[in-house]
């Protein structure tokens, strides 16, 4: 069966451009999670998806950071007016129940120049 | 601030080695996960542990959680190459959306 996928793979973008990156979760999974990983660093959680709501969007760092899920399945994280410190390795998970195993996919690694 | 701090955060050993990697917090976690991550994709989970003093074994993998579930440690005996890779603990927040809190990570390098 298909896991969690992520496009792009890798985005190269220039500071203040606006970027859209799209996750697939896995068929039937409810919740869904992104999440940022910087160089060297673990995963940090950004927002979480219940059906087509943000639950829980207490970890976006800032108001230029968007996310939405319209019909419950596809998810796009969309960041305005992007800055060199953006750059990271972004990750969606999705798993039946929040409280289910995480699947991650295998991210997008975006870097701002 | 829920924090997970691991220990150490690389780690280059010769095949057939032991080795323990720990993840450490001030804070009660409600549970403790282990994920292993290869370059170029998402971390994959290896065990959950729930319970204080809980001992869960994955072949040559051993993973422990403190009696207070405030850390837990992850033993590898005889580390072979395929076990190159990154070594993340993850928490359950504990709040009602189940997202995790990671720890930094650990790098891990098994020479043949």
């Known amino acids: 069966g298909a896991g969690v996928s992520q496009t792009p793979s890798n985005k190269v973008t220039e500071k203040g451009k606006y970027v859209e990156l799209r996750c697939d979760p896995i068929?039937?999974?409810?919740?869904l999670y992104w999440y940022r990983q910087s160089l060297g660093q673990g995963p940090e959680f950004l927002i979480y998806?219940?059906?087509?709501?943000?639950?829980?969007d207490s970890g976006l760092p800032n108001d230029r950071f968007f996310a939405v899920r319209p019909e419950g399945s596809v998810s796009t994280l969309k960041i305005q007016r992007t800055e060199r410190g953006d750059s990271a390795v972004y990750l969606c998970?999705?798993?039946?129940?929040?409280?289910?195993?995480?699947?991650f996919g295998p991210g997008t690694r975006l870097t701002v120049l | 601030t829920q924090l997970l701090e691991q220990s150490p955060q690389f780690l280059s050993i010769q095949e057939g080695e032991n080795l323990t990697v720990y993840c450490n917090s001030s804070s009660v976690f409600s549970s403790l996960q282990w994920y292993r991550q290869e370059p170029g994709e998402g971390p994959v989970l290896l065990v959950t542990v729930v319970t204080g003093g809980e001992v869960k074994k994955l072949k040559r993998l051993t993973f422990q959680f403190g009696d207070a579930r405030k850390d837990s440690s992850l033993h590898i005996t005889a580390a072979q190459p395929g076990d190159t890779g990154l070594y993340l603990c993850a928490g359950g927040s504990g709040s009602n959306t189940g997202k995790l809190i990671f720890g930094q990570g650990t790098t891990l390098q098994v020479k043949p």
């Open positions: 068929s039937g999974h409810t919740a």
């Open positions: 998806f219940q059906g087509t709501g943000a639950a829980d």
């Open positions: 998970a999705s798993s039946l129940g929040r409280y289910d195993e995480q699947f």
